[in-house]
């Protein structure tokens, strides 16, 4: 009920869903007109949400590098597990930066095994109608739409809040997160002898 930027919602919402992921090593890549390595893969959730809260828009540039940042990413997925090379790519607009095209990028993380899932934040266009939908900046959903294919994941489109918490939970059952196994080694105590 509170009227709030689209960076604070995206910021509570995502940092609920990075509490949820308490088994997944995690990173946070921000992109502008570059694209940045913020939080290196780490089990800290703690310091990945603390660099999710921390961001501003306009950090890393006015612009959308998004062959980049799926590139940047490729780089530091590669060498995880098979079964754990997922990014969940959040964007509010088309690519307008960059050096790397976003269908080269996707096929780069299609050859590394990884899974992306595009969730656009912004104003669809309807190729069909020639309308907007929504609010914000143009958001290329085709472009979006063929990564999430060519990847094995899903393109999603947020337009509140109530829709972005859920595509969350949506992703939580998708990609569950495997519990973490805790080992115990029995102590015998051999001070005495």
Same mark, same amino acid.
């Given at each position: 009920?509170?009227?709030?930027?689209?960076?604070?919602?995206?910021?509570?919402?995502?940092?609920?869903?990075?509490?949820?992921?308490? *088994? $997944?090593?995690?990173? @946070?890549? !921000?992109?502008?007109?570059? #694209?940045?390595?913020?939080?290196? =893969?780490?089990?800290?959730? +703690?310091?990945?949400?603390?660099?999710?809260?921390?961001?501003?828009?306009?950090?890393?540039?006015?612009?959308?590098?998004?062959?980049?940042?799926?590139?940047?990413?490729?780089?530091?997925?590669?060498?995880?597990? *098979? $079964?754990?090379?997922? @990014?969940? !790519?959040?964007?509010?607009? #088309?690519?307008?930066?960059?050096? =790397?095209?976003?269908?080269? +990028?996707?096929?780069?993380?299609?050859?590394?095994?990884?899974?992306?899932?595009?969730?656009?934040?912004?104003?669809?266009?309807?190729?069909?109608?020639?309308?907007?939908?929504?609010?914000?900046?143009?958001?290329?959903?085709?472009?979006?739409?063929?990564?999430?294919?060519?990847?094995?994941?899903?393109?999603?489109?947020?337009?509140?809040?109530?829709?972005?918490?859920?595509?969350?939970?949506?992703?939580?059952?998708?990609?569950?997160?495997?519990?973490?196994?805790?080992?115990?080694?029995?102590?015998?105590?051999?001070?005495?002898?």
């Amino acid at each position: 009920g509170v009227a709030v930027t689209r960076l604070q919602m995206v910021q509570a919402i995502a940092g609920r869903f990075i509490e949820r992921r308490a *088994a $997944d090593r995690l990173a @946070l890549i !921000l992109f502008g007109s570059r #694209a940045y390595l913020q939080t290196p =893969l780490t089990f800290d959730r +703690a310091t990945v949400r603390y660099f999710l809260d921390d961001a501003v828009i306009g950090l890393a540039g006015r612009e959308t590098a998004l062959g980049d940042a799926i590139g940047l990413a490729v780089k530091h997925l590669h060498d995880q597990p *098979a $079964d754990n090379r997922v @990014l969940v !790519l959040l964007t509010d607009g #088309a690519n307008t930066a960059g050096t =790397l095209d976003p269908q080269e +990028a996707a096929a780069l993380a299609a050859q590394a095994g990884i899974r992306i899932y595009p969730i656009g934040i912004g104003r669809a266009r309807d190729q069909r109608l020639g309308i907007r939908l929504g609010s914000g900046r143009d958001l290329d959903s085709a472009t979006l739409t063929a990564i999430a294919e060519q990847t094995g994941g899903r393109m999603f489109t947020a337009t509140d809040s109530g829709e972005l918490a859920r595509i969350y939970a949506v992703l939580d059952e998708l990609e569950p997160s495997t519990r973490e196994q805790r080992y115990y080694r029995p102590l015998y105590p051999l001070f005495v002898w």
